[in-house]
């Protein structure tokens, strides 16, 4: 046991040397280096010319003035219906209750349309192919002899 202890002080003074010398190179490598840090000049307008060669070129501003004339212009454009003061009634009638579920199921009821439309029209080519059927009997069986024209 004393041994491991002894082990474990010994990593722990061998870890503070290590910090105290990146300590101290990390300070001294700031002392070392005597350059400026780059100046970005972006609110600040220099008065000494030495400054100005580092100043940020200004953004290209897009005017707010020339959006809001464009937008005035659209909102002063003549609404069709305004000069004749015709009210859409549709759009002040409120709407019933069931709006949104019937939006919501038309898609539904679009494809029940059209499998009914499909199925009517299936009835029907039976019920005229039976007519024909039926009007070929009828011409097979010839003329009628009980009917007689006078």
Request: net charge negative; aromatic share 2%.
């Amino acid at each position: 046991m004393p041994a491991d202890i002894g082990e474990l002080q010994d990593a722990a003074k061998s870890r503070r040397e290590k910090l105290m010398a990146m300590r101290a190179k990390r300070k001294g490598g700031a002392e070392d280096s005597t350059e400026e840090p780059a100046l970005k000049l972006r609110n600040y307008k220099p008065l000494d010319e030495n400054i100005v060669r580092d100043e940020i070129e200004p953004a290209d501003v897009a005017y707010v003035d020339e959006h809001v004339e464009e937008l005035e212009m659209e909102a002063s454009a003549p609404v069709p219906g305004e000069d004749t003061n015709e009210l859409d009634l549709i759009q002040l009638a409120p709407k019933k209750p069931d709006w949104d579920l019937k939006r919501a199921i038309q898609p539904r009821l679009d494809r029940l349309n059209k499998k009914t439309e499909r199925a009517i029209a299936e009835l029907i080519r039976e019920r005229l192919k039976g007519s024909a059927d039926l009007a070929a009997q009828v011409a097979a069986a010839g003329p009628d002899v009980d009917f007689v024209d006078e």
